[in-house]
């Protein structure tokens, strides 16, 4: 079908990232909900997996609701670990850390799209993490003063109203803030793809309210300045997929498997979370309460002008002795005929096995979230056999193999081809097919000395095929440079070893 500019859609069309003012995450969720319903606008997620979603980002933030118990002292009884924030991290540094992004094409265009590129690839890691505790990540692309803005949505920022027959969202809606001075101004974005008819319809909808969890009345766009060039609706023809590109995190959604969305990589191990937050507590209050102490008679103290002389932890009565060591002491409210000397407490800690107890929730963690053992337990603990380390790496290896691969999908399949319809549509830059390669270099989860014996088992083979005639040379460089981290790597006598792997080819001196 051959693509049509449809006539009104000029740039008018603006992008939220680039005014300032804007803030995200406005409404919580059921605020959302209420004010969606308000306007007639049924979405797909179930209230079940909007609640689950609250409870990624809560325990996420260290507020998950064991956090939140308080002691009679009002100190947090079970303070967050992080470790949900922890494990986010962890995986989207190794998903992003080396990646290595190229482009081919018309040298202009290609410089075009590496610049909208730039910035997304600068904060990769951090979407990567934004992505591993939503679940479900949206990019919202629009554009904005000849270049293209990637709006990095998380799952508080929008809801799904459609889906295609292969349950992948069609239709969203974005909401987006504004504050000026006491009024709060929702814009709500309908984004909604046509496979049968390759249209694209945006639409936009603003409110404004007094109160900032609240979506209030509907106004007209040309009220909010920051608005008044956005149209309130836009339909673009011959469109082969909605401008807007969806992450799900690699994994079976367990909380319900006709969602949509996907969910937290932590989602199946939040108990273990829990469980570990609670051991903390237990091995921080065993050294509280084993701190060493003296029970010394209440005529040891003396009186500084108070009416109670047994309260010493008020600073009513002291102990003659040097400042800074009154926490030592403490007063038994006995004279010295009932408790003739001072009494020592030294009790035996029990960290060691609390510690150990620890370690063995950790693992089952990492078990629970494919982690390999050692990454978030100790390391040294793990006691294995060859087997279970090996089974233990493939599992991690293969959870960032997945993740990799979800992204991989998603820049090169979705995100660079609506770049380049948006680019071509307003004519951003020369019209030209581009393709994207993305090296993911994964040899942070890769046993180096085992990718290097590979390679230098292969370079013996490449040499060999290419001294027979079989491949060229420009095969055997293309995989050298590929594998030069590694081949630098190799000593003399491994590249002797590897040309001892040479089949006795006639005349292989001259070819060699």
Not at 91 to 107: D, I, K, Q
Not at 108 to 119: A, K, L
Not at 154 to 164: D, G, S, Y
Request: aromatic letters at 8%; a negative charge; charged letters at 25%.
């Amino acid at each position: 079908m051959e693509k049509k500019r449809t006539v009104n859609d000029g740039d008018r069309m603006g992008i939220i990232s680039s005014i300032k003012g804007w803030f995200r995450g406005m409404m919580g969720s059921k605020t959302i909900e209420e004010a969606l319903n308000k306007l007639n606008i049924e979405t797909i997620t179930s209230a079940e997996m909007l609640q689950e979603q609250a409870n990624w980002r809560d325990l996420y933030m260290g507020n998950a609701p064991w956090n939140m118990e308080r002691d009679k002292d009002g100190k947090a009884k079970y303070p967050s670990r992080h470790l949900a924030a922890t494990i986010c991290s962890e995986l989207a540094m190794v998903t992003t850390v080396e990646v290595n992004p190229s482009f081919s094409g018309n040298s202009q265009t290609v410089e075009y799209i590496e610049r909208q590129f730039s910035s997304f690839f600068r904060n990769f890691k951090l979407t990567a993490e934004k992505a591993n505790y939503n679940g479900t990540l949206i990019l919202d692309l629009a554009p904005n003063h000849g270049d293209i803005d990637i709006n990095v949505v998380e799952n508080n920022e929008f809801r799904i109203i459609r889906v295609n027959d292969r349950n992948e969202p069609v239709g969203v809606v974005f909401i987006y803030g504004l504050n000026a001075g006491d009024n709060f101004y929702t814009l709500l974005k309908y984004c909604n793809y046509y496979d049968d008819t390759q249209e694209y319809i945006i639409e936009h909808r603003a409110f404004v309210s007094k109160e900032k969890d609240s979506i209030g009345k509907e106004i007209s766009i040309t009220e909010v300045p920051e608005w008044e060039t956005l149209p309130t609706s836009i339909t673009f023809t011959a469109v082969e997929r909605p401008w807007f590109c969806v992450f799900k995190v690699p994994l079976n959604n367990h909380i319900d498997q006709n969602a949509p969305e996907g969910v937290a990589i932590f989602s199946r191990a939040i108990k273990n979370i829990e469980d570990l937050d609670k051991q903390k507590a237990m091995i921080r209050w065993e050294y509280e309460s084993g701190e060493r102490a003296v029970f010394a008679p209440a005529d040891m103290w003396r009186d500084v002008g108070t009416k109670n002389a047994f309260k010493p932890r008020e600073g009513e009565v002291k102990l003659d002795i040097p400042n800074g060591n009154e926490r030592l002491y403490i007063n038994t409210s006995m004279d010295s005929s009932m408790m003739s000397k001072p009494e020592t407490y030294s009790p035996e800690f029990r960290d060691e096995p609390l510690r150990r107890g620890d370690d063995a929730l950790k693992r089952d963690l990492e078990l629970n979230i494919s982690f390999s053992y050692g990454i978030i337990s100790d390391p040294a603990s793990v006691a294995k056999t060859a087997t279970e380390v090996t089974a233990s790496q493939e599992r991690y290896w293969q959870t960032v193999s997945s993740h990799q691969n979800a992204w991989d999908e998603l820049l090169t399949e979705q995100l660079l081809p609506n770049m380049l319809d948006i680019m071509w549509r307003y004519q951003l830059a020369p019209i030209s097919e581009v393709e994207l390669t993305i090296d993911w270099d994964d040899s942070i989860i890769v046993n180096q000395a085992e990718q290097q014996a590979e390679v230098k088992g292969e370079l013996g083979t490449l040499i060999a095929l290419q001294s027979a005639g079989v491949i060229k040379p420009e095969q055997t460089l293309a995989v050298a440079q590929k594998n030069l981290k590694y081949l630098s790597m190799l000593t003399d006598e491994d590249i002797a070893e590897a040309g001892g792997m040479l089949p006795e080819i006639e005349g292989s001196e001259e070819a060699l």
